[in-house]
């Protein structure tokens, strides 16, 4: 297995468990919000602002992995995530949960931004890297999808301590990474990468600009869907192992869906992919929430069908973004697409968490939804030119 394969298949698996834990606590949700006496506009303050600040902080891991060869931010990403988000489970107040939230999503902080720096290193044709970033992201939401499933089995199968148990995956893949990934030597432009000109690079660039703010819309779609279905879902009275089974399904589909972006992309352009992927998630959404009142099952199907629309186009946009700002900002590029845009996702959860709580979730998700249809025809709008 020559090293280009290695790095994928490496960088890729740890990234399926690393989303494994960054989607472990979706279905609890609404046991979390009973067992400490919140309701649904403080537990979205708690996401909002655990998942915000970890988040943010993405581009500056991605500056500080541009000018290091070691694969800190790997290993270590892998080890906060799987220490601190189960451990978000037991907390006894909001004030821990939000603590627990920012030290495990700090892990996907570190771990983001330095190993798609690698993927590009290995990968230098176009073509290539966005077929590789897209397996790559198309893994991580598989292993997220497969977060809530396993969260929900492990609290109905067993006691709740077992749940640190949890932890143990997250530390094994990290030790196996460190012996399994190639180490890859950084160039001296990229060890010579100023923070500030590439702020300055990518404020210019208007087309960057764009791409940041459909990643943002892409951010507060799952953070929407994974925080406020769930509640909706117990509303009509499913099971809690019900809601851990759609949502993994839902987010299997997601993940899947992305390994088919790049080969969209080169029948439909970027600008076509981002419309295929946002403009039928409003019809959707709106047809999943009709049939909850008439049949469950063709409601959560369709439910599990809008899954396949909402990270499509996610894979295309990062690499076309590390394309189109010079090669030593890849590893900032790639922190504020997957960090910067999930901090402003997630604190858009703040106001909307008010909003569910004055009228309902459906509103919520009808705003995003169709906050996205209106992205996607301004996407059909622009000329992409690399």
Not at 117 to 134: P, Q, R, V
Not at 258 to 286: D, H, N, Q, R
Not at 346 to 354: K, T
């Amino acid at each position: 297995m020559n090293n280009k394969t290695r790095a994928l298949l490496g960088l890729s698996s740890g990234h399926f468990i690393l989303d494994m834990y960054a989607a472990i606590l979706i279905p609890l949700y609404p046991l979390i919000v009973q067992r400490l006496n919140i309701d649904i506009a403080q537990i979205s303050l708690v996401i909002g602002i655990g998942y915000g600040i970890a988040s943010i902080l993405q581009p500056v891991f991605g500056y500080i992995s541009d000018k290091i060869n070691k694969r800190f931010f790997m290993f270590w990403g892998l080890i906060f995530a799987s220490v601190f988000v189960p451990l978000g489970y037991f907390a006894p107040n909001a004030t821990i949960l939000t603590l627990f939230i920012i030290l495990g999503m700090a892990g996907n902080a570190f771990y983001h931004p330095q190993t798609t720096t690698i993927i590009k290193n290995f990968y230098k044709d176009n073509t290539e890297l966005s077929h590789a970033i897209g397996i790559f992201l198309g893994l991580g939401t598989i292993g997220y999808s497969f977060g809530p499933y396993l969260s929900t089995y492990i609290i109905q199968a067993f006691d709740d301590s077992k749940f640190m148990y949890l932890t143990f995956i997250g530390v094994f893949t990290a030790i196996f990474m460190l012996y399994f990934v190639p180490k890859t030597h950084l160039n001296q432009n990229r060890q010579n990468a100023d923070f500030k000109g590439a702020i300055r690079e990518i404020l210019s660039n208007k087309l960057c600009l764009f791409l940041i703010l459909v990643t943002i819309v892409k951010a507060a779609l799952i953070m929407s869907y994974g925080t406020y279905i769930p509640f909706l879902l117990k509303k009509y009275d499913f099971e809690i192992t019900n809601i851990g089974f759609i949502m993994s399904i839902f987010f299997i589909i997601s993940g899947v869906s992305m390994f088919f972006s790049g080969i969209l992309e080169k029948k439909l352009k970027l600008k076509g992919v981002i419309a295929l992927s946002y403009m039928p998630l409003l019809p959707l959404t709106f047809i999943s929430i009709l049939l909850l009142n008439y049949n469950k099952i063709l409601a959560s199907a369709c439910f599990i069908l809008t899954g396949f629309f909402v990270l499509l186009s996610a894979g295309v946009v990062l690499a076309y973004a590390q394309q189109i700002i010079s090669k030593e900002y890849t590893g900032i590029i790639s922190g504020i697409i997957q960090g910067f845009t999930l901090a402003m996702g997630s604190l858009i959860l703040i106001p909307f968490g008010i909003i569910a709580q004055k009228s309902s979730v459906e509103t919520v998700l009808y705003i995003i939804t169709a906050t996205a249809f209106i992205t996607a025809i301004a996407a059909l709008k622009i000329k992409f030119e690399k």
